[in-house]
């Protein structure tokens, strides 16, 4: 646990919240490609990898809001670095319900693992690499405080809706053509929304490095 009495001086601190939103970013960015890939090739011990590994995320957010409320604690902040401490604990709030959806596409893998097939694995595989795709570019964005970067990764969540969209329409004409596809179509709609509602996320980080940045509050999604 981290002592609030032995923390850095409150640049170092600031710093110290960077680093570990980085690194909560980058373990959720594996863990869209693991859970998906889990998903698609219905082991179940990769799932369960998922699952477990989980708890790095969450430990990532506690040593985050200690550091946080620590900073809060001392007299005299700077209104500038107010706003940024109350940005990343945000920030970590929205990465760690990305790893929560990444779980949840994970025991979905599991749920079907004794199935004969995963449906549209292309479709699904391709929603994966673009949520992936984002959070990198999203965490490279956050690096460089890059607030045009953010808007224009935010504008690119609409390919990610597209092909959502179609894997809805694929899952529901499989279901309307065979009765059988029911139970294992609707887990997969589940997983597809879960890929979805991480790409919403990070449009959220988008907005918050918007505001952290400009002071301002602008909607991107």
């Known amino acids: 646990m981290i002592n609030p009495a032995a923390t850095a001086a409150p640049t170092g601190q600031l710093e110290q919240m960077r680093s570990l939103i980085l690194s909560m970013g980058q373990l959720v960015e594996t863990a869209i490609t693991d859970s998906t890939n889990a ?7 990769r799932c369960q990898m998922v699952v477990d590994g989980d708890e790095k995320v969450n430990e990532i957010q506690r040593q985050v809001r200690e550091l946080s409320f620590a900073f809060l604690l001392q007299p005299g902040i700077d209104p500038r670095d107010l706003r940024e401490v109350l ?9 760690e319900r990305m790893g929560d959806h990444c779980v949840n596409v ?3 893998g599991r749920t079907l693992a004794d199935l004969p097939d995963t449906g549209p694995a292309t479709s699904i ?3 994966s690499a673009y949520c992936a795709e984002q959070l990198h570019d999203m965490l490279g964005a956050l690096v460089a405080r890059d607030v045009d970067s953010a808007r224009t ?7 990610i809706d597209r092909v959502y969209q179609q894997i809805l329409d694929d899952l529901i004409e499989s279901m309307v053509a065979d009765s059988a596809h ?3 179509s609707t887990n997969l709609i589940l997983a597809a929304h879960n890929l979805e509602r991480i790409a919403d996320r990070v449009t959220n980080l988008a907005e918050d490095l918007v505001f952290l940045e400009t002071g301002e509050t ?4």
Do not use: K, P, Q, W
């Open 153 to 159: 990764i935010a504008a690119r969540d609409d390919r």
């Open 182 to 184: 029911v139970y294992r």
């Open 106 to 108: 994970a025991r979905i």
């Open 125 to 127: 595989t391709s929603m």
């Open 39 to 45: 998903l698609i090739a219905r082991d179940v011990e």
């Open 218 to 221: 602008e909607e991107l999604g």
């Open 87 to 95: 940005g990343v604990m945000h920030m970590t709030a929205e990465l």
